[in-house]
């Protein structure tokens, strides 16, 4: 492939890996990641609530890394409050599922940053050693990926197996039960999926470009070196 298609091809990749860094960076502080909508049980039992009136007691929430906002609805109107993960709900959640969904959603951005220097490096400088060419852009962006999955597996297992949504929703309730009506991922989330996709694009990008993968060529290299080695 011409040296000109190469610098586009990886132009292209660095600034999706530079948009993509820039996006996590700026969902990793907000609080829309998950939007659902609780019930006060106790409440609606103790009017025997049915049909219509048991939209008096389904409040919301939402919430994200960091922090988040519920409305509590009792019966008497709604009750907006704000709460904060660190160090307040770490005592109720998983907090070992939650601190590496943080980190991992920092280091992806790390890892998509260093990215876009290589891809920019690769395109308009001199690659001099292995790993600042061809497997160093396979590496990061493998790396990115990998980290982008690892966040959207462990924040939807948080979510989903350790009913997470409900125990925020109790925390410091007492005499009050709340139960998670419907649940939903926010735009936040998306954009973290959208952004691994990116990097698995990334990817073919350079496969595109002429390189071949990392494995495929040390195979190669290891069959010719055999067949060497049965001629003499």
């Known amino acids: ?9 990886f132009c292209l990749a660095g600034t999706l890996s530079f948009v993509c860094a820039l996006g996590i960076a700026a969902v990793l502080g907000t609080q829309l990641w998950i939007k659902a909508t609780i019930l006060c049980k106790t409440g609606a039992l103790l ?22 906002q519920r409305v509590k609805q009792c019966g ?4 907006p409050t704000k709460f904060s993960f660190f160090p307040d709900l770490l ?3 998983p907090a070992s599922v939650h601190v590496s969904v943080v980190i991992f959603t920092t280091a992806l951005i790390i890892f998509a940053l260093v990215g876009t220097g290589f ?3 690769n395109a308009f400088g001199n690659p001099y050693e292995t790993f600042h ?12 990926s990998s980290c982008g999955s690892l966040v959207l597996i462990l924040f939807s297992s948080e979510v989903k197996m350790h009913n997470l949504t409900e125990k925020i929703a109790n925390y410091k309730e007492g005499g009050f039960i709340f139960k ?13 999926l959208v952004c691994t996709l990116v990097h698995v694009l990334n990817i073919f990008l350079i496969r595109l ?7 495929t060529k040390s195979k190669d290299l290891d069959t010719s070196s055999g067949a060497i080695d049965l001629m003499y």
């Open 209 to 215: 470009a002429g390189f071949d993968f990392p494995f």
């Open 180 to 192: 998670t009506q419907s649940e939903h991922f926010e735009n936040s989330f998306w954009i973290v």
């Open 133 to 144: 060419g061809p497997v160093g852009l396979y590496f990061w962006s493998f790396l990115s």
């Open 47 to 68: 009017v025997n609530a049915t049909g219509d009136e048991l939209e008096k007691f389904i409040g919301e929430i939402q919430y994200g890394l960091f922090y988040g």
């Open 91 to 93: 005592s109720v959640i």
């Open 76 to 79: 008497l109107g709604g009750r």
């Open 119 to 121: 891809f920019m490096f």
């Open 1 to 9: 492939m011409p040296k000109v298609q190469k610098k586009i091809i």
